[in-house]
């Protein structure tokens, strides 16, 4: 059965601290993904990795940062957390461009990340 | 970019009744995928659709690619079909999906 874990459900932090959201998945997928989710914004994509320490940018990267150091393992970072990154922050995971069909993107349960 | 829409936005029921949502698309695809959030906030996957037609128990969609629209059918609903759906695609390989702006369902007892 396919997985994708996320680190925590539900996290408080102040403005300022450092945050870490981690993701992980056991399918030996590619590509993996960080979405965060608002009212009325629906989902948008901050970053996505299509191999180990390669990162794009995706439609919102600002205030943002990656890391991934192993296949399996995508980070997502805020620098210095601002209460406008309060969100419920999405970690999805498919296989390469060219992989054989279906190509589906699974995501995990998704993190609510609250910035005081 | 890709754009999608979804409709209706909103759709309230009552339990047993059936349903479809559509998704438009303005360009051709690659992939297609519908998904539901359930209330937790989880998505989960209902479909790979880039075309054709498929069906998994009440739940049904068809994806017709040179007119760029999906259904989703769902039959005889219950209370825990409630939810967002959300119709998701994408131009090309490894690259991300552009998910639509959803349907909220909600289906009452």
Same mark, same amino acid.
């Given at each position: 059965?396919?997985?994708?874990?996320?680190?925590?459900? !539900?996290?408080?932090?102040?403005?300022?601290?450092?945050?870490?959201?981690? =993701?992980?998945?056991?399918?030996?997928?590619?590509?993996?993904?960080?979405?965060?989710?608002?009212?009325?914004?629906?989902? #948008?994509?901050?970053?996505?990795?299509?191999?180990?320490?390669?990162?794009?940018?995706?439609?919102?990267?600002?205030?943002?940062?990656?890391?991934?150091?192993?296949?399996?393992?995508?980070? %997502?970072?805020?620098?210095? /957390?601002? *209460?406008?990154?309060?969100?419920?922050?999405? =970690?999805?995971?498919?296989? !390469?461009?060219? /992989?054989?069909?279906?190509?589906?993107?699974?995501?995990?349960?998704? &993190?609510?990340?609250?910035?005081? | 970019?890709?754009?999608?829409?979804?409709?209706?936005?909103?759709?309230?029921?009552?339990?047993? /009744?059936?349903?479809?949502?559509? =998704?438009?698309?303005?360009?051709?695809?690659?992939?297609?995928?519908?998904?539901?959030?359930?209330?937790?906030?989880?998505?989960?996957? %209902?479909?790979?659709?880039?075309?054709?037609?498929?069906?998994?128990? #009440?739940?049904?969609? *068809? *994806?017709? /690619?040179?007119?760029? !629209?999906?259904?989703?059918?769902?039959?005889?609903?219950? &209370?825990?079909?409630?939810?967002?759906?959300? =119709?998701?695609?994408?131009?090309?390989?490894?690259?991300?999906?552009?998910?639509?702006?959803? &349907?909220?369902?909600?289906?009452?007892?």
């Amino acid at each position: 059965d396919v997985k994708v874990t996320q680190s925590s459900r !539900y996290l408080v932090k102040r403005t300022g601290e450092k945050v870490f959201l981690e =993701c992980v998945q056991d399918m030996d997928h590619e590509n993996m993904f960080w979405y965060r989710q608002d009212p009325g914004l629906g989902l #948008r994509l901050i970053y996505f990795s299509y191999d180990v320490k390669m990162k794009e940018k995706g439609d919102i990267p600002e205030g943002y940062s990656v890391s991934r150091e192993k296949k399996e393992r995508f980070s %997502l970072i805020l620098e210095s /957390a601002s *209460t406008n990154q309060t969100s419920m922050y999405l =970690c999805a995971s498919r296989r !390469y461009y060219g /992989a054989v069909l279906p190509n589906e993107q699974f995501f995990g349960p998704g &993190t609510r990340l609250t910035v005081l | 970019g890709i754009q999608v829409e979804q409709s209706p936005p909103d759709l309230i029921l009552q339990e047993g /009744a059936n349903s479809t949502l559509r =998704c438009n698309f303005s360009d051709s695809v690659n992939n297609l995928q519908w998904f539901h959030q359930n209330p937790w906030g989880q998505l989960i996957n %209902l479909f790979y659709i880039p075309s054709g037609t498929k069906q998994n128990g #009440r739940l049904s969609a *068809t *994806t017709v /690619a040179t007119e760029r !629209y999906s259904l989703l059918y769902i039959s005889s609903s219950q &209370t825990t079909d409630s939810g967002v759906y959300f =119709c998701a695609v994408d131009r090309s390989y490894g690259q991300n999906f552009v998910f639509g702006p959803g &349907t909220r369902l909600s289906v009452l007892p």
